[in-house]
Nanobody, 127 residues
């Protein structure tokens, strides 16, 4: 069982930055792939970034949606059971509720495959 809790959302002007954090409980945190998704009103939950273990590389790999590549950075700290999303150069279209999720295996870009979700945190970017 993994419990996730996001924090760090808020209101920011276009071009600004925010840092979201997700704190997780559970002794096997390091074995989970972790992802960030967002959902705007009237839209489906959308992939933002995900971090997962790549056994063939013996390292974690981070994947980003094209819309955030170069602006957002996911970082993971297994010792603290946290995953963060640094968001720079924010745009009004980044406005959404942001969720972190965890899964043990599967397509990290597919929201339907995640086993656990946090409650979400609102990010609003004004123009």
């Amino acid at each position: 069982q993994v419990h996730l809790a996001e924090s760090g959302g808020g209101l920011v002007q276009a071009g600004g930055s925010l840092r979201l954090s997700c704190a997780a409980s559970g002794r096997t945190f390091s074995s989970y792939a972790l992802g960030w998704f967002r959902q705007a009103p009237g839209k489906e939950r959308e992939f933002v970034a995900a971090n997962s273990w790549r056994s063939y590389r013996s390292a974690y790999n981070t994947d980003y949606a094209d819309s955030v590549k170069g602006r957002f950075t996911l970082s993971r700290d297994n010792a603290k059971n946290t995953v963060a999303l640094q968001m720079n150069s924010l745009k009004p279209e980044d406005t959404a509720v942001y969720y972190c999720g965890a899964l043990r295996g599967g397509n990290t870009r597919s929201a339907g495959e995640y086993e656990y979700w946090g409650q979400g945190t609102q990010v609003t970017v004004s123009s």
